[in-house]
């Protein structure tokens, strides 16, 4: 299973952006996946998930309402639209697939990880 991310760069603080992953045709579709994020210095932290069928979400408190995240099955991408960025948003932003249909906030709750991709949000 191989998972692309892509979407990431440098925005203003209040900013948007939008993360995409891809994942290989051979990523079951009927997996749940998620976003996590690891800043310098930090433990890679839970951002969000979304189950196999796109039905349930989850969300961590500090992205709550800030962030969507959302799956094209059809096309095997994982999204993350990103609104009112804050520089504490500032982190490497990596999608996953989860060992399950439906997932939750663990790091062992997933079992196939991408490369991740930047994001920077200036104050």
């Known amino acids: 299973v191989q998972l692309q991310a892509s979407g990431g760069g440098l925005v203003q603080a209040g900013g948007s952006l939008r993360l995409s992953c891809a994942a290989s045709?051979?990523?079951?579709?009927?997996?749940?996946m998620g976003w996590f994020r690891q800043a310098p210095g930090n433990e890679r932290e839970f951002v969000a998930s979304?189950?196999?069928?796109?039905?349930?979400?989850l969300y961590a408190d500090n992205v709550q309402g800030r962030f969507t995240i959302s799956r094209d099955r059809a096309d095997n991408t994982l999204y993350l639209q990103m609104n009112s960025l804050k520089p504490e948003d500032t982190a490497v932003y990596y999608c996953?697939?989860?060992?399950?249909?439906?997932?939750?906030?663990?790091?062992?709750?997933?079992?196939?990880w991408g490369q991740g991709t930047q994001v920077t949000v200036s104050s």
């Open positions: 996953a697939v989860a060992r399950r249909s439906v997932a939750g906030r663990g790091l062992s709750d997933y079992v196939y």
């Open positions: 045709r051979r990523t079951s579709s009927n997996n749940a």
């Open positions: 979304v189950s196999w069928n796109g039905g349930s979400k």
